[in-house]
Nanobody
Framework: QVQLVESGGGSVQAGGSLRLSCAAS????????MGWFRQAPGKEREFVAL????????TYANSVKGRFTISRDNAKNTVYLQMNSLLPEDTAVYYC????????????????WGQGTQVTVSS
């Protein structure tokens, strides 16, 4: 089992920045590919970003490319999502998730999920 706990959400004005963190405990963190997803009210859960086991390889949804950066620190068992130039449409609950192999989808391929952290961007 892996337990994931997100933090760092909050309210910010458009153009602002937030840094989300996801702390992992349980099994060896570096064994898992880590992703960030988000879900806005009334919408399906949406892929945001993915980082490889070592942190060298990353991939992003087109909607956040150039604005968000995913990274990980395996010594601290933590994955991060730096979010810059935030837009009102970035408002959602953000979740981190862990999976065994490389690949962004489907959502069901992720073994472990955090409880989510709310990000609200006002115009």
């Amino acid at each position: 089992q892996v337990q994931l706990v997100e933090s760092g959400g909050g309210s910010v004005q458009a153009g602002g920045s937030l840094r989300l963190s996801c702390a992992a405990s349980g099994r060896t963190f570096s064994n898992y590919v880590m992703g960030w997803f988000r879900q806005a009210p009334g919408k399906e859960r949406e892929f945001v970003a993915l980082v490889s086991w070592s942190g060298v390889t990353t991939t992003y949804a087109n909607s956040v490319k150039g604005r968000f950066t995913i990274s990980r620190d395996n010594a601290k068992n933590t994955v991060y999502l730096q979010m810059n130039s935030l837009l009102p449409e970035d408002t959602a609950v953000y979740y981190c998730a862990a999976r065994d192999g490389w690949g962004t989808l489907p959502v069901s391929s992720y073994k472990y999920w955090g409880q989510g952290t709310q990000v609200t961007v006002s115009s």
